[in-house]
């Protein structure tokens, strides 16, 4: 397996992985006001401990939001380059790509 297919596994696992994240500390934070109205001294400390957990998981996302965007926007960078510097390569990439589709779909009737 290539570096590249390595760093685009690594990026969708990533992407998943804050998908995931964003489900908990949106359940948590829902979880949080639904309690919100018990009393009693540990469920405020056991509140204030997922509180802070909660924050502390926001800002980790947050940063990993930021990483993804960067190296995406890194990738379109370097393929815009690399397209420009070799647009005969891209052409001929693009034109099979589109007889490999072209036959799959073709198959399929």
Do not use: F
Request: aromatic content about 2%.
């Amino acid at each position: 397996m290539s570096t590249k297919s390595l760093e685009i596994s690594n990026d969708v696992s990533k992407e998943k992985l804050m998908q995931d994240l964003q489900v908990v500390v949106s359940d948590a934070e829902e979880l949080l006001k639904e309690t919100a109205s018990q009393s009693g001294e540990k469920i405020s400390a056991v509140r204030e401990r997922i509180q802070g957990n909660l924050d502390a998981a926001k800002a980790r996302l947050e940063a990993a939001e930021a990483a993804v965007i960067e190296k995406t926007k890194y990738a379109a960078k370097v393929t815009d380059e690399y397209v420009h510097d070799n647009p005969w390569k891209a052409i001929g990439v693009g034109a099979a790509v589109g007889v490999i589709v072209g036959m799959l779909i073709g198959r399929g009737r």
